[in-house]
């Protein structure tokens, strides 16, 4: 795992957190949370509509510490570019400049500006928080929907693959590509700090998981966060200029671990989990053992 960050040396203010009017083991408030101690107060944030929108806050009250912006839907992306061209004619260098959207603000509704802005190799960081659902709205399904799992709209189960958009990214030739977890926080942090201390366009791909469009505890939040990548369905990695790092190599628990007891995948077959396991084996070499 990158061991970058010491948690124990973090500052102890949050710049989110307290305050917000997220659920109980949001994943992405527990996400912002993290980012923002790294980050730092001198950063600005947009954020299309989404659950991390609302949750931090609306009208006159926000329980953000940071200059937060709400844009519609599609431009989140194109609205951080413009902060960072303001701040450059003014000369303040000294600024992340953040838009952070949800699937449908990241992968689908928002991807015509988020693929523009790392065309042009804005000088910005772009999260995606990915509970792999659109919860805002209902629970229904997204680009970023694994297959079978079962959703609002979608009560067969989803019957095609999920969308790489870390993969989409990587192939737009931009400096900084990763994926990260709230259940390895060190790791999320580490990498948000590198994609800080760089110029240009930076993309960060979270998984950060929502209990109620699982269908998993409340308190099981961060847990199932960390089975996805012990099992290996999500991997944590970084592209950095081209080159590929693993920073986590996963335990490889049985897959079921992590499937099974979500309510979303309840009409997951024995066959079809078998074979989600074959495909974990097959990527990380172990087939056959």
């Not at 015509?112 to 659109?134: F, K, P, W």
């Amino acid at each position: 795992m990158n061991d970058k960050i010491n948690l124990e040396q973090l500052p102890k203010e949050d710049l989110f957190g307290p305050g917000n009017v997220g659920c109980k083991g949001c994943g992405a408030a527990i996400a912002g949370r993290q980012a923002m101690k790294v980050l730092g107060e001198r950063t600005m944030v947009t954020i299309p509509a989404s659950c991390m929108a609302t949750l931090g806050g609306n009208n006159r009250t926000t329980t953000w510490k940071v200059p937060f912006y709400h844009t519609l839907f599609e431009i989140a992306p194109a609205v951080s570019s413009g902060i960072r061209a303001a701040l450059e004619i003014q000369g303040i260098k000294d600024v992340n400049v953040i838009s952070w959207g949800g699937d449908a603000g990241s992968a689908d509704i928002g991807f015509q500006s988020l693929t523009g802005a790392a065309e042009r190799d804005e000088d910005i960081i772009h999260v995606c928080y990915d509970n792999e659902m659109y919860m805002n709205t209902g629970g229904q399904t997204s680009s970023q929907t694994p297959k079978w799992a079962i959703t609002t709209n979608g009560s067969l189960g989803k019957p095609t693959n999920k969308k790489n958009m870390l993969k989409i990214m990587e192939a737009h030739g931009i400096g900084y590509v990763a994926s990260a977890s709230i259940a390895f926080p060190a790791d999320l942090m580490a990498k948000f700090k590198k994609a800080s201390s760089r110029k240009g366009f930076s993309y960060i791909h979270i998984l950060a998981p929502c209990f109620k469009g699982w269908g998993i505890p409340a308190e099981q939040t961060v847990e199932f966060a960390r089975k996805a990548v012990d099992s290996g369905l999500w991997e944590l990695y970084e592209v950095e200029d081209g080159v590929k790092t693993r920073t986590y190599e996963p335990k490889l628990t049985p897959v079921s671990e992590y499937l099974v007891p979500q309510k979303r995948f309840a009409k997951l077959t024995t066959q079809e989990t078998e074979g989600i396991q074959q495909q974990i084996s097959t990527y990380y070499g172990k087939a056959g053992e």
